[in-house]
Structures are given as C-alpha cells and as structure tokens.
C-alpha cells in the first residue's frame, strides 16, 4: 500500500512505483472509474492492444450484413 495525496486543483499524485506497474508515463490517457466506493485507475489501451486480444464475439459476415440491414432500415423509419 502506497499514501499520497491530492493537489490544490484536485491532481492526483501518483507514487512511482504504482506508475511503474500500470506502465503510466507523462501524456499516457487513463480512465477513471468508481466501483464499490473505490477509484479504479486504467491505462486506455492502444489501438496495437486491443488487436492483439482475442476477440470477444464471433460474428459471421452474414451475421453482420444482416444485423447492418436491420440497423438501417431503423434508422431509415
């Protein structure tokens, strides 16, 4: 467990060794979430990141054209 603390302006001060670890480096986006009370801080992926991930549906391109059509008629009506 690391302290820290929380600039004049709200800035949170992260210590070294927690940026070390989520790879966090000056200009590097985060996202910011509360769950169960507490703040979650995560590095947003890079487009590089996220093709190396395996898919997490398989759609068929049949799948895709006819969900696409239906899509557009909605949109259309």
Not at 3 to 12: A, T
Not at 16 to 34: P, Q, S
């Given at each position: 467990?690391?302290?820290?603390?929380?600039?004049?302006?709200?800035?949170l001060f992260l210590p070294?060794?927690i940026r070390e670890k989520?790879?966090?480096?000056?200009?590097?986006?985060?996202?910011?979430?509360?769950?169960?009370?507490?703040?979650?801080?995560?590095?947003?992926?890079?487009?590089?990141?996220?093709?190396k991930e395996p898919p997490?549906?398989?759609?068929?391109?049949?799948?895709?054209?006819?969900?696409?059509?239906?899509?557009?008629?909605?949109?259309?009506?």
């Amino acid at each position: 467990m690391s302290k820290s603390r929380v600039g004049s302006k709200g800035e949170l001060f992260l210590p070294k060794e927690i940026r070390e670890k989520l790879g966090l480096r000056a200009h590097v986006k985060v996202i910011y979430k509360i769950e169960d009370g507490r703040l979650v801080v995560e590095p947003v992926p890079s487009l590089e990141d996220v093709l190396k991930e395996p898919p997490s549906v398989e759609v068929t391109l049949e799948e895709f054209h006819g969900f696409r059509r239906k899509l557009s008629r909605k949109a259309e009506s």
